[in-house]
């Protein structure tokens, strides 16, 4: 069973700056690809950021483009999404998800339905 559990969520003003991290413990991390994913009150989950196994392919929402960006870092088991000119429209709860993938692909996944490991969030909220 794969166990990720996200940090570093909390309250910051709108142009504000945040950074989750997602811990996955275990030698089989670099052979995960892994996603962001948030959930707003009253609506689907939505896909923010994934990145590919080795970290060389990432994708993100349109929405949050040119301001998010996601990383893996193999050596410390951890997976982060720094968060630069925050809205109040990215409030949500932030989900860390992992799967296991192929060592010859660099794929990204983008669907909720494409991860069967998922942590427990991580609430960011963006006062205007």
């Known amino acids: 069973q794969v166990q990720v559990k996200e940090s570093g969520g909390g309250l910051v003003q709108t142009g504000g700056s945040l950074r989750l991290s997602c811990a996955a413990p275990g030698r089989a991390f670099s052979n995960y690809a892994m996603a962001w994913f948030r959930q707003a009150p009253m609506k689907e989950r939505e896909f923010v950021a994934a990145?590919?196994?080795?970290?060389?392919?990432?994708n993100y929402a349109d929405s949050v483009k040119g301001r998010f960006t996601i990383s893996k870092d193999d050596a410390t088991t951890t997976m982060y999404l720094q968060m630069n000119s925050l809205k109040p429209e990215d409030t949500a709860v932030y989900y860390c998800?992992?799967?296991?993938?192929?060592?010859?692909?660099?794929?990204?996944?983008?669907?909720?339905?494409?991860?069967?490991?998922w942590g427990q969030g991580t609430q960011v909220t963006v006062s205007s």
């Open positions: 998800a992992a799967r296991m993938d192929s060592p010859f692909g660099g794929a990204v996944y983008t669907s909720v339905q494409n991860y069967p490991y």
């Open positions: 990145i590919s196994r080795g970290g060389g392919n990432t």
